[in-house]
């Protein structure tokens, strides 16, 4: 298999376990209008999945309707294995946490405070936060890279400072299950590769990932698993070299575009940004006409601690 | 390959190097919030005292607080404030007249406070008070159709107010929860504000019906303690205590509202529902507040702004039991002004309130910015 090639720290993740979440001929309406067709998905611990596709293609209102922040029109979503109208709101808080697209910044909060908020569905309805609440609250910090700025308010952060701690927020109310809808999308390259290798690294610790992710140089590199949504419905899922083929980019994106990645976990998505031929190409665009490929990739290093570094900073050259 | 339990080499480096002025920075903003609620509570308590000792006629503090019901008894054999000797009439003026105004004062602000507190909070709208869910021109109008069109039924003023001030939020919910997109901040501002005009109109359409009475309704509408004993008190003091005890469960789900709704809804509460219980908390202690002072809703706007800013911190926590400590020595202070200022003629305390508190909040507001 290509990607376990490619991204060793994958390969050591089991196999097959039993998924915490699955969601089956999922159909979400919204005011009346289908949204979401029959939509699949199931997540594993351990094992990161990016739902990927176009501009409305219904990609946050399936994953809001996974979350159980919608309720679907029709088709089953199971939480351990049970209905999740039967699971509750309060043992999904310890099930599974949502990172929003637009998180609120909140006037008059310290980053502490604000995780320890997000500690809340562990901590019994009167009791006072104890010790190990508190240490709880420092390791979400910790390993969503945050400590660094705890004591800040809240509305002086930067957007990735911000998106770290709304990462911490998640990681407090302890759930085996991290849902966020396109964690990176108003972040800056580096911003980006910090949430990235955040991500990546929660996952290896065993919790199940879903992200919606724009970015598909991205997806490949820190996804086990890419579903992508079309149109309202879930139409490839597998491993993101596998599912992001050139044919299914011009069917789905309407652009003539080849993904790459390489050994050592870099990626590049190559689009023909003017071909004029442009919607529904499936043949070869780069002849010499073609104009300059473009990297629209973050170049974000998805194997941490990854032995194996492949050559000497092999370039994201195309391979055709 | 053994990659999975290994620590990843780039980690970010700040991870498990925390710096070492965390702790400090954690026990300053606590002993400042420590500050702000010693300090309150030390107003509240020597503005109560006063609040008993100083009327219409001057009580000598020591012989105010030995005829206290319970506390005379403690303190009395304390130096300064202990041993003081009351006659049967200043026992009778303070027990029957100023204690159950000095419990009122402190219930209405107390009320007022956590109204204001809770409403800012469950709208995210720092302009939220009891005045934009129609509570307040509810109570108004509640007490003018009895002021002004059934004069001989006075004792029912409170009563009325608590009703109509009730009415007019179950419609201002109502408008703003029915339908589709229901439950949204801006409908129910939108629909507090159109309800809220509804009786407004109606209480100046009373107004002009009937101008020679008008006089009688000021002070309800400036906002006032009397001096009726515990008659009013007992008809209405489960209603503001309900809705003290109520406020503390909602607490903590509105520290998670703060964090927007989707994240408060990933913390297993429900938005919409929080929102509801909070704004009808509210208009419950807003209600009842008007039936036992009258109209004095700039208190539930100003005074949470003012812990906020003083505390430096808007964890529901600490702003809402806060909002009660400062609510209530607020509206004491300004009751013992009001009482003083024209001795032996009590003015309304409304505008000593509004006079004491802006410049306080306004202070509070520079420093902030500055």
Not at chain 1, 175 to 203: H, K, N, Q, W
């Amino acid at each position: 298999m290509s990607t376990a090639a490619t991204r060793p720290d994958r390969a050591a993740t089991p196999p097959r376990v039993d998924p915490i979440v699955r969601a089956s001929g999922v159909d979400v309406r919204l005011g009346g209008t289908g949204i979401v067709h029959g939509a699949d998905l199931a997540l594993r611990a351990g094992r990161l999945t990016a739902i990927v596709g176009p501009n409305g293609a219904g990609k946050s209102t399936f994953v809001r309707a996974v979350a159980g922040l919608l309720r679907p029109a029709g088709g089953t979503i199971e939480w351990d294995g049970e209905a999740i109208d039967r699971v509750g709101q309060r043992r999904l808080a310890r099930l599974r946490a949502f990172v929003p697209q637009r998180p609120a910044v909140p006037v008059g909060i310290a980053v502490h405070e604000a995780v320890m908020i997000g500690r809340s569905p562990r901590v019994g309805a009167f009791r006072r936060p104890g010790r190990a609440d508190r240490e709880a609250v420092d390791d979400a910090l910790a390993r969503a890279d945050a400590l660094a700025f705890s004591e800040r308010q809240m509305t002086t952060l930067s957007g990735g400072e911000l998106q770290r701690v709304q990462l911490a927020i998640a990681l407090a109310q302890g759930a085996p299950v991290l849902i966020a809808d396109e964690p990176t999308s108003a972040l800056d390259l580096g911003a980006t590769a910090t949430m990235a290798r955040l991500l990546r690294r929660l996952t290896v610790e065993g919790l199940a990932v879903l992200l919606v992710v724009h970015d598909l140089a991205l997806a490949a590199a820190i996804a086990d698993e890419v579903v992508v949504m079309h149109e309202g419905r879930t139409v490839a899922a597998g491993p993101p070299t596998d599912v992001l083929d050139r044919e299914r980019l011009a069917r789905v994106w309407r652009v003539d575009a080849s993904l790459h990645a390489d050994a050592d976990g870099r990626t590049a998505l190559q689009v023909a940004w003017l071909d004029e031929r442009g919607p529904g190409t499936t043949g070869r665009a780069d002849g010499p006409d073609a104009p300059p490929a473009a990297d629209a990739s973050p170049g974000a290093d998805a194997s941490p601690g990854a032995g194996a570094r492949g050559g000497t900073g092999a370039a994201d050259a195309p391979d055709g | 390959m053994a990659v999975a339990s290994a620590r990843p080499a780039d980690a970010p480096a700040s991870t498990g190097d925390p710096p070492p002025d965390r702790a400090a920075a954690r026990a300053a903003a606590r002993s400042r919030q420590a500050l702000v609620l010693v300090g309150l509570a030390v107003v509240l308590v020597c503005a109560a005292v006063l609040a008993v000792a100083l009327g219409s006629t001057v009580i000598p503090v020591r012989t105010t607080i030995a005829a206290l019901p319970w506390v005379g008894d403690t303190l009395a054999g304390w130096p300064v404030i202990g041993g003081g000797v009351p006659d049967e009439a200043d026992r009778q003026i303070i027990e029957s007249l100023r204690v159950p105004r000095m419990v009122t004062a402190v219930v209405v602000g107390a009320s007022l406070g956590v109204a204001g507190a809770l409403l800012q909070g469950a709208l995210a709208n720092p302009l939220a008070s009891p005045d934009v869910i129609g509570v307040t021109a509810g109570s108004g109008f509640g007490a003018m159709i009895i002021l002004l069109a059934f004069p001989n039924a006075v004792t029912l003023v409170p009563l009325s107010a608590l009703a109509f001030g009730l009415l007019a939020a179950g419609l201002v919910f109502a408008v703003a929860w029915m339908g589709r997109g229901g439950g949204s901040i801006l409908r129910l501002i939108l629909a507090g504000i159109a309800i809220g005009a509804v009786f407004t109109a109606a209480t100046t359409g009373l107004m002009t019906a009937f101008p020679d009475r008008v006089s009688t309704a000021i002070f309800f509408i400036a906002g006032n303690l009397n001096e009726d004993g515990w008659s009013v008190l007992r008809q209405v003091w489960y209603y503001p205590v309900a809705g003290l005890v109520l406020a503390a469960f909602l607490i903590r789900p509105l520290d998670r509202l703060a964090l927007g709704d989707d994240v408060a809804q990933s913390l297993g509460v429900r938005p919409r529902a929080i929102r509801l219980a909070a704004a009808a908390i509210a208009a419950l202690l807003a209600a009842a507040a008007a039936s036992l002072a009258g109209l004095l809703g700039f208190l539930g706007l100003v005074v949470p702004h003012a812990i906020r800013l003083a505390s430096g911190t808007s964890s529901h926590r600490f702003v809402v039991p806060a909002s009660a400590l400062g609510g209530a020595a607020l509206l004491l202070v300004a009751d013992i002004i009001s009482r003083r200022v024209a001795a032996p003629l009590a003015l309304p305390v409304g505008p000593f309130m509004v006079l004491l508190g802006v410049p306080l909040f306004l202070w509070l507001l520079r420093r902030a910015s500055a």
